[in-house]
């Protein structure tokens, strides 16, 4: 009967915080258990209790503050020195700028709808088609998961219970092969429409936009390489990224408006607000999901399927697409995790960041595939193009990251070789 509400909440189009929420109350109710009744705030709490998430809010105004402040544009004109030149350039640097901005803004959905407003009208005027235009940009959201910083990666830590900065440096080297799989779709799609050849700045130009670049090119720095360097955690990371971005744009570029921050503050507190309302409301829900014994009755059943890691992560990874065709890829991470990471590092002997990364990255996917496909709707909403028109165009894209993704399956060390050096 709990299964029946969950399902019938889920299609009633119910926000996914409420259906996990009310489903765990329905569970007590039902269960006859109602002194567990008692313990349902405790719960809610307790899934939020956590520094590390506190990364979630800073990362976000970090990614507002540099939308704000100019940063984001002068980061493309940089792209542009390195890429612009080739055939297809506008498609190259906007990959490329992608990049960057993944290794700063972390969310999907946000670095999506931030570059589809910077890149599609650009492109759009250099002859490329609307539709793959917004196809490259949602593509390139798919990075924001794996290169660090990512909002899922810190979510994963605090459940898996990792260190947040090993998981970053575990996407190091999937986000690169990612990166170097979409350069290849391009490239080849680049030929086959014949897109026009860019043209390279000129070299006065290029030290301009270079010279321009470099102080919105020390956020990514500032995040990645204290980090690494071990000389902040993630959170701490996070908050002087916010405040390089708020110097920045406001003394450097001089294009961030003092007058403009209680929006910027207001947009980032609701999105966090959201992201963390989720996560206290699945902390209840995997509460009951652990208490019905769920992980042990999952494991038994795969079990039975395979004793194989690779096949395993092949089966997970099935799963997992279906799973984020229809649930958001927090609350999916946030209800896959304590079920499955157990099976994962119990009876395959999968390490938590192979596992991590093939998860967050396979859930993401989900934002760009129907019927639900979140980042589809987000491109089309800020682009004009038919979200099928952009689906149609996602394709490729979609391919190289299903192949990315059994090669992360096959081979551990792409996650975990920059880790145990």
């Known amino acids: 009967m709990t299964v029946m509400v969950f399902a019938l909440l889920l299609l009633g189009a119910v926000p996914i915080a409420l259906v996990l929420a009310m489903?765990?109350?329905?569970?007590?109710?039902?269960?006859?258990?109602?002194?567990?009744?008692?313990?349902?705030?405790?719960?809610?709490?307790?899934?939020?209790?956590?520094?590390?998430?506190?990364?979630?809010p800073l990362f976000m105004l970090a990614g507002e503050l540099m939308n704000e402040g100019g940063l984001t544009r002068r980061l493309i004109a940089l792209a542009?020195?390195?890429?612009?030149?080739?055939?297809?350039?506008?498609?190259?640097?906007?990959?490329?700028?992608n990049m960057m901005m993944a290794a700063i803004?972390?969310?999907?959905?946000?670095?999506?709808?931030?570059?589809?407003?910077?890149?599609v009208p650009a492109m759009e005027r250099e002859g490329y088609d609307k539709s793959y235009s917004a196809a490259i940009t949602a593509a390139g959201g798919l990075l924001s998961p794996i290169i660090p910083p990512s909002m899922l990666f810190v979510l994963f830590g605090v459940i898996a219970q990792v260190p947040i900065a090993e998981m970053f440096i575990a996407g190091l080297l999937p986000g690169l092969l990612l990166g170097l799989a979409f350069f290849i779709v391009i490239a080849v799609v680049g030929l086959l429409q014949q897109y026009p050849r860019g043209q390279w700045p000129s070299r006065q130009q290029a030290l301009s936009d270079f010279a321009w670049g470099l102080p919105a090119l020390s956020i990514p720095v500032i995040i990645i390489g204290g980090i690494l360097l071990g000389i902040a955690t993630p959170t701490e990371s996070a908050a002087l990224a916010s405040f390089a971005a708020l110097f920045i744009g406001r003394f450097v570029y001089r294009d961030l408006d003092l007058?403009?921050?209680?929006?910027?503050?207001?947009r980032t507190a609701v999105n966090a607000g959201l992201v963390i309302m989720l996560i206290a409301a699945a902390g209840v829900f995997g509460w009951v999901v652990v208490y019905e014994q769920l992980p042990q009755m999952a494991a038994a059943w795969i079990a039975a399927l395979t004793t194989d890691p690779f096949i395993f992560l092949l089966l997970l990874i099935g799963v997992l697409l279906l799973v984020?065709?229809?649930?958001?890829?927090?609350?999916?991470?946030?209800?896959?995790?304590?079920i499955v990471l157990p099976i994962a590092q119990n009876q395959f002997d999968i390490s938590a960041y192979q596992?991590?990364?093939?998860v967050c990255l396979t859930l993401v996917m989900g934002l760009l595939t129907p019927p639900v496909g979140a980042g589809l709707f987000v491109a089309?909403?800020?682009?004009?193009?038919?979200?099928?028109?952009?689906?149609?165009?996602?394709?490729?894209?979609l391919l190289a990251t299903l192949i990315t993704l059994v090669m992360l399956a096959w081979q551990p060390w792409l996650t975990?070789?920059?880790?145990?050096r």
Do not use: H
């Not at 542009?80 to 700028?97: C, D, K, S, T």
């Not at 984020?324 to 304590?338: F, K, S, T, W, Y």
């Open 80 to 97: 542009r020195i390195f890429v612009g030149g080739f055939r297809g350039g506008l498609a190259y640097i906007n990959l490329v700028a």
């Open 380 to 397: 089309s909403s800020m682009t004009g193009a038919p979200p099928l028109k952009i689906f149609r165009a996602l394709l490729p894209f």
């Open 105 to 119: 803004i972390g969310s999907a959905a946000s670095q999506i709808a931030i570059m589809s407003r910077a890149m």
């Open 416 to 420: 975990e070789g920059l880790i145990n």
């Open 355 to 358: 596992f991590g990364v093939v």
């Open 259 to 266: 007058g403009r921050l209680p929006q910027v503050l207001r």
């Open 23 to 56: 489903t765990a109350m329905w569970y007590i109710y039902a269960s006859g258990n109602t002194v567990l009744f008692a313990s349902y705030p405790q719960q809610l709490f307790s899934a939020i209790e956590s520094y590390g998430l506190l990364a979630i």
């Open 324 to 338: 984020g065709m229809v649930i958001d890829g927090i609350a999916a991470l946030i209800l896959v995790v304590p």
